[in-house]
């Protein structure tokens, strides 16, 4: 389940978050939890203990020219390379699908 950052009336991202991985556990189903915030509120801190994917980045603008679109690409790779030691087994850090 992807929740993202959409409307998010002010609360806190690590408050929403956490909030639904309690939700989700609750339920006793294997579900993978993906949370966007685009790598805002010092995400790759605390989304860890929380989700199976965060977003470390900001979206890769799909309406600019496709060298625009690669130099997007290469920059969110290069900004997510710096959280490698905050992924492992079954926890990601996702620059938007890359």
């Not at 966007?36 to 965060?54: F, H, K, L, R």
Request: contains cysteine; charged residues 20%; glycine residues 6%.
């Amino acid at each position: 389940m992807k929740y993202d950052n959409c409307y998010n009336e002010g609360v806190p991202a690590k408050t929403r978050y956490t909030s639904m991985s309690g939700a989700l556990i609750s339920t006793n189903r294997d579900i993978f939890y993906s949370i966007c915030n685009w790598g805002d509120e010092e995400v790759t801190e605390w989304a860890p203990e929380i989700a199976n994917s965060w977003r470390t980045t900001p979206d890769i603008e799909i309406y600019q020219s496709k060298t625009n679109q690669w130099q997007w690409m290469k920059g969110n790779f290069i900004q997510n390379m710096q959280y490698s030691a905050k992924a492992g087994p079954g926890i990601w850090n996702d620059p938007d699908m890359l």
